[in-house]
């Protein structure tokens, strides 16, 4: 095992911000996890597992032990009647593993395309996009625990998902660390169509029942129009979650601002568009020193170039304090703040 003093994260987090982690160690295989474990001066420190590094902001330097998963591997474990078992290792690209699964003449997860990140922090967020949560594909993941060295398995249900929410973020937050993620992908195919972005653009092309490739290639169209690529201008994805309010709430925003873009959910809740929230208070295009928000979705927070983690983190706040003031509502972030 190789233990590495103090690495730049600059280039290890999708937003671009600097810090320095004080002791980082790669991980590429379950024994390595042991190897932590038992290590006399590791094996008792804080952890913080690193996988894409799309979603989390650095504020400062980084005094846990940074173990960074960099464990890969893709294969078809089982191809059964009414289903595929996929598994990835929790170091693969999460869209090298969406592709890799099309190549194979597997679909299932075109709607989940270009979202930076790695395979295994797929399920700590539950990653969501165009109708179909990570959820809806999972089978189970492997991780080892930090406290005993030893592997666990984990079905659906352990996991308690949420909207971009997990047990990962909750009781096992620094507890443990995913190995492998094991993805449930159903046969026959049935395509997910329902967003409202997609049938924009099956109407444009004048396609009713198009292939898992035509949809990969839209969502793929769709991301790239909205949503900055990390590798040109550093950000996290959404930057806040939607937020959910009661039926009462919602008429009441509703009786001041008509135009309010929001989704009626199954338990008579309500989610509201957080960017479209962020837009209507005149976000769109401001900035903080370099921290900025995207002009083309209030939703991303942008590195205009050289944007440190507070310029990030007080321009965030600002926008929360704007929105409650118009709205009273409070965004919650999305990413890690670290
Ligand atoms: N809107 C505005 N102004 C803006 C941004 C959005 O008016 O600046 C309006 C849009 O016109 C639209 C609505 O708000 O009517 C929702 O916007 P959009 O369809 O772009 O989706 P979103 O709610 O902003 C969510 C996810 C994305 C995911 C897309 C597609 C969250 C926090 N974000 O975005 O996930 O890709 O839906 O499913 O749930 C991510 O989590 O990092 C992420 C990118």
Redo the contacts with the bound molecule.
Sequence with gaps: MHIERNVSLRDYNSFGLPAVARTLVRIHEEADVRRVVDHPELGIAPKFVLGGGS?IVLTRDVQPVVLKVEILGKRIAEEREDCWIVEAGAGESWHGLVEWTLDHGIPGLENLAL?PGTVGASPV?N?????VELKDRFDSLDLVDFTTGRRATLPRAACRFG??DSIFKHELAGKSLITRVRFRLPRPWQSELG???LERKMHEAGISAPSPRQVFDWVCQ??RA??PDPAVIGN???F???PVVTEEQCRDIIGRDPEI?HYPMPDGSVKL????L???CGW?GKSVGQAGVYE?????LVNRGGAIGAEVLTLARAIQESVYGRFGIRLEP?PVVL
């Excluded at 083309?296 to 991303?300: G, R, S, T, W």
């Design positions: 979603n979202i967020q990653i969501g996009a165009y109708g909207y971009r967003y409202l972005d769709i991301r909205k949503l996290a994805g959404s806040f979650k939607n873009v568009a957080a960017g479209w962020i837009d209507a769109k083309k979705q209030a939703l991303v999305e």
